[in-house]
């Protein structure tokens, strides 16, 4: 094999250890926490920030640079517009630290477009692709989040009904029943009894969770207890029917989901398989893909190859997702 083969292979090796490294540090300064980490963060929302020498680096880095973004009116109207979907996340991150993170991201991928391809490449494909894409992987988490929430949710409701049939009042029944649960239903409701108690109305509150949440079943329960306090009553058979009905969609959506996996797989396998049979080429015969990168006709071919694509997978997607 001859030496530029082996500096690029080397070189691709250190650009690909490089983005592990970065990304490992990043998701585990900032959302790989113990759940007593998690809520010493919590509590440290409503208190002074102080920065400490346990505190990571990176992180202390990227708070001191989200701290310069709300210095700057323009930057912080830019980092404001990603609020919505942290908040959906928890509340884990400042929109100012997220418009950081998004720039490293950024720069990350531009240097390895750089590096596999031209630096031309690097600035028209690495940084928009870094920047858009941090909002991608952010999305797949409140994807996750939403779908944890669903799945715990009916659990929840049952040790609230538990506590109803104690003699306790749903409010005392909502804080038994997240006392010491660090999920995503026990960190939602957290959230509604401190608006509750600070002021408004505890249905609301409710339903900015299912709002928030994406939460079907939330706001059926919102109803549920609207009706129950209009017409009247046993709160308990209210929502104990509510809970049986959320258990059941659950169970369906998970047999559907188990249905539907070998679609899911092969759309996974389709749309890597491209990626893969390019980069194998690349590493072994590097000048056999170069004209189609640097030549007009290869330029077409790859626009049109990702368009397809796309296409396909769009179609691919909606066929494997069937709603419950």
């Not at 169970?251 to 396998?269: I, T």
């Not at 398989?273 to 980069?279: E, I, N, R, V």
């Not at 004209?291 to 290869?298: E, L, S």
């Amino acid at each position: 094999m001859s030496d530029p083969t082996m500096a690029l292979i080397a070189a691709v090796a250190a650009a690909a250890a490089a983005v592990f490294v970065i990304v490992f540090v990043i998701l585990q300064a900032t959302l790989g926490k113990t759940p007593i980490q998690r809520r010493l963060a919590a509590l440290r929302q409503f208190s002074v920030h102080r920065e400490t020498q346990s505190d990571p680096l990176l992180r202390r880095i990227i708070v001191a640079q989200g701290r310069r973004v709300e210095r700057r009116p323009g930057l912080l109207r830019l980092a404001e517009r990603s609020a919505p979907l942290l908040d959906r996340l928890g509340g884990k991150l400042r929109p100012s630290e997220w418009l950081v993170i998004r720039a490293i991201a950024a720069v990350v991928v531009a240097i390895l477009f750089g590096l596999l391809l031209s630096p031309l490449f690097g600035l028209l494909l690495g940084l928009p692709a870094g920047f858009l894409g941090s909002n991608t992987v952010l999305r797949a988490r409140i994807r996750r989040r939403e779908q944890a929430f669903s799945d715990e949710l009916p659990g929840a409701l049952q040790l609230m009904i538990s506590s109803l049939r104690s003699g306790f009042t749903l409010h005392q029944s909502v804080e038994a029943g997240v006392r010491d649960d660090d999920g995503p239903v026990a960190t939602e409701l957290r959230r509604a009894l401190s608006e509750t108690r600070i002021s408004g109305d505890f249905e609301d509150a409710l339903e900015r969770i299912g709002d928030r949440m994406n939460s079907a079943e939330m706001i059926w329960l919102v109803m549920a207890l609207r009706l129950q306090k209009e017409v009247g009553g046993s709160l308990v058979e209210v929502m104990q029917t509510t809970a049986d009905t959320m258990r059941e969609r659950a169970y369906l959506r998970r047999h559907v989901r188990s249905l539907s996996g070998e679609g899911r797989v092969s759309a996974y396998v389709l749309g890597a398989m491209p990626f893969l049979a390019a980069g194998g080429i690349w590493v072994t015969q590097p000048t056999y893909l170069t004209p189609m990168f640097h030549q007009a006709i290869g330029i077409i071919m790859l626009a049109v190859a990702i368009t397809l694509m796309a296409i396909g997978a769009v179609w691919l997607r909606a066929v494997v997702k069937v709603e419950v």
